[in-house]
């Protein structure tokens, strides 16, 4: 039998290279865990690292004689059998912790007396192959701890956020209690047997002399102090997360839940929130503008409420109101905490509400900026943001909807949405590089032709319904005037404003060849807005966004490392550095006038409330579309560049005033408050091109009649353009 049984038996040596299953996990770029995918914890501990006491808890409650036998304990297993035979029943007894390596790793856990056999001709092979410590070691990584948690570091996380070094007497025996039964004794289901157990580990370990009489009452009388441990912090990155996980799963399929990757993004975490808390509340502020919507409570028996459906959606929570008065709402919310809302916290709600809103009735509550509770609704208007590193790419904050587990659908990447007037700048850009200047005049006039790309007459008209004759292109994007861009591109051509689009980034798919292009009659998602404003920020150049900086085995051994083409005005051409450069797509010129003309937009334009900022160097563009169906706005600074939209999925009109500049340029201001703290204003240099053309207009007398008689020297000339630009900025020369 024992030759029959043996010739069945799995390789032991396979024990000498254990690779345990770890599931995927994401960190942000400062090293917070924002998502775990696959569905065992583990964290594979060094036997020299686990401490001397809790391998004593474990030999004492499971094994007390593990240091002394071969791998089988007779006597146990003589025990087991008297038990079969007295009482009928067989039950699991008499197993060594080298039986259960044997078990966990090479065995099924069937209960038959061939696998038991098995498991004793294996269990006294793995003891003349293997030291104790190493056996001690796959038993202690490999076994189940409860709450999918694999192994005792794992378990020490999981039940008291702790690393082994850190656990008291009594949770190392709580925790060396767990094999047993790990639903049964589990101190988080069951914490009255949880304790119990514990219990009877401290005094095992008594009995053995592991521990005093003195350790083993204080350890014994001490409240359980465990409870269900989250490791990310409150950084929300659902949509990155589930990016990252659709990359590791394309690259490396099933095995990416197993493998142990460590995939670090390119996500800060302080910006993250930053960006999910202003995607919030703008989405609130537009809902508030909007009214309070009731609904009926609801009464059928046996229907769950949204308290046990959904207790937190975005930043609202579920409650009950337990009493209302003329000062307010008494409500418990759905963890059974009693929370007062004056009604003057809620003074956007009040009139509806108060005829409406009733004892035991479901609402919604969300803490304001200032931490007091306030009446809320889950917006039905969605958002999106994104913001890049425009040096390189890098997406620093994503938020693709107000709750991914409302919606998984991901507004920042892969919504298909007018960009509205935010695509003006491809057409400004484009004629700027075809010889109009900043002060070239554009006449803004109605305008009826035969559009082919809509298939009808069009008469397009600004957003105000007036037209304003002589424009200058200044003028004409920083009030967004739609005439302008459309009577720019009509006399440029509407192929070299899509060559500019596809330059840009944009394909052809989504830059219809037709005049209203000059509006943005095209599809975009948020990234890709940004990708098209970072051009602006860093100088000109076209980076690739990415959200993956790094993967790390669970060996630790950087297996792909980001390597991204970087904007880099002042690199020197070399073959070295041009393999790593981003492509230069606009030329310093061109692009030191578009930012002074989208800093004219905050300045003096649609989006003056950026102001509120105080900074000199922020520029962008608000976007509207037809009917207020897209609101956008995407700006920048040379060390950020953001982008915000707001619509309905449905593309439902957002109501008349509903602008980019009042939909969406809140968010942006919002998260800028946080991105650009520490970050000193920076200051803009004309490049080399724009004092060369600023020598030509002196020559030609078309600046300022005091420098027209300045002798076209260089010197003269650089000096007279810097004194221009100085009191004038770039308007007075172009």
Not at 144 to 165: R, V
Not at 414 to 425: D, E, L, T, V, Y
Not at 572 to 587: D, F, M, W
């Amino acid at each position: 039998m024992y030759q029959r049984l043996s010739a069945n038996l799995p390789d032991i040596k396979t024990l000498h290279d254990v690779r345990y299953e770890m599931p995927l996990s994401i960190y942000s770029k400062d090293k917070v865990l924002i998502a775990q995918f696959g569905g065992n914890k583990r964290i594979p501990v060094k036997i020299e690292n686990v401490p001397k006491q809790l391998i004593n808890a474990f030999v004492a409650s499971e094994d007390d004689g593990f240091f002394e036998h071969s791998g089988v304990d007779y006597k146990g297993l003589i025990r087991a059998g008297i038990q079969l035979l007295v009482t009928g029943k067989k039950k699991q007894g008499g197993s060594t912790i080298t039986m259960q390596v044997t078990r966990n790793f090479l065995l099924s856990n069937e209960k038959t007396y061939t696998r038991k056999l098995k498991e004793i001709i294996l269990a006294l092979k793995i003891e003349r192959e293997y030291p104790k410590n190493k056996i001690l070691e796959l038993y202690l990584n490999q076994i189940y701890m409860g709450h999918s948690a694999y192994g005792i570091a794992a378990a020490a996380q999981t039940y008291y956020g702790k690393s082994l070094k850190d656990l008291t007497l009594a949770e190392q025996a709580m925790i060396a209690g767990l094999p047993k039964a790990p639903s049964a004794y589990n101190p988080i289901t069951n914490e009255d047997r949880a304790i119990e157990r514990r219990n009877y580990v401290l005094q095992r370990m008594l009995e053995l002399n592991y521990i005093s009489q003195a350790d083993f009452e204080a350890a014994s009388e001490e409240a359980s102090t465990a409870k269900l441990q989250y490791h990310s912090s409150d950084v929300s990155v659902p949509h990155i997360a589930e990016m990252v996980r659709q990359y590791a799963y394309e690259k490396y399929g099933e095995e990416a839940y197993t493998l142990g990757l460590k995939i670090h993004t390119t996500i800060d975490s302080s910006l993250q929130k930053a960006a999910e808390q202003a995607l919030w509340n703008s989405l609130h502020s537009y809902d508030e503008r909007h009214g309070y919507r009731t609904k009926k409570p609801a009464t059928d028996e046996g229907k769950e409420t949204p308290i046990r459906t959904s207790p937190v959606i975005g930043d609202t929570l579920a409650a009950t109101i337990t009493s209302t008065s003329n000062n307010g709402i008494e409500a418990t919310l759905y963890n059974g905490k009693a929370i007062d809302i004056p009604w003057k916290n809620s003074k956007w709600a009040i009139v509806k509400a108060k005829k409406q809103l009733s004892v035991n009735a479901p609402i919604r509550v969300r803490l304001s900026k200032k931490g007091n509770w306030m009446l809320t609704q889950v917006p039905e208007v969605e958002g999106a943001f994104v913001s890049l590193n425009p040096a390189d790419g890098a997406v620093l904050a994503l938020v693709g909807g107000f709750e991914y587990n409302k919606n998984k659908f991901n507004r920042a990447t892969q919504a298909k949405r007018q960009p509205g007037s935010g695509f003006k700048p491809i057409i400004y850009t484009t004629a700027l590089e075809e010889g109009y200047t900043a002060a070239s005049m554009i006449n803004d006039a109605p305008l009826a032709i035969y559009d082919p790309s809509l298939g009808r007459i069009w008469k397009p008209e600004n957003s105000t319904k007036k037209f304003y004759g002589p424009t200058s292109l200044r003028k004409g994007l920083t009030f967004s005037r739609n005439m302008v861009a459309i009577q720019l591109l009509k006399e440029m051509g509407i192929a070299k404003g899509i060559a500019t689009g596809l330059r840009f980034g944009f394909t052809k798919e989504q830059l219809p060849p037709g005049l209203s292009l000059a509006l943005g009659s095209g599809y975009a998602s948020p990234l890709q807005m940004a990708r098209m404003y970072a051009v602006f920020a860093n100088g000109g150049f076209l980076v690739d966004p990415y959200f993956i900086e790094q993967i790390e085995s669970r060996e630790g051994k950087i297996i792909f490392q980001a390597n991204p083409k970087t904007a880099c005005s002042s690199c020197k051409n070399t073959a070295q550095t041009e393999q790593n450069q981003a492509p230069r797509i606009i030329s310093p010129g061109v692009n030191f006038i578009m930012n002074s003309l989208m800093r004219d937009v905050i300045k003096l334009g649609t989006a003056t409330d950026a102001r509120v900022l105080g900074r000199s160097d922020l520029a962008g563009k608000t976007g509207t579309t037809n009917d207020q169906r897209d609101a956008w706005f995407n700006g920048f600074t040379p060390a950020h560049v953001a982008s915000t939209w707001v619509g309905f999925d449905n593309f439902k009109p957002l109501g008349h005033y509903e602008t980019g500049g009042a939909a969406a340029l809140p968010m942006w201001i919002e998260y800028m408050r946080t991105a650009l703290k520490n970050t000193p204003v920076a200051t803009f240099a004309p490049p080399n091109d724009v004092f060369k053309k600023g020598a030509e207009y002196i020559q030609k007398g078309v600046v300022l009649k005091k420098l027209a008689a300045i002798p076209a020297t260089k010197k003269a000339v650089t000096e007279a353009t810097k004194r221009l630009i100085k009191e004038k900025p770039v308007e007075a020369l172009f």
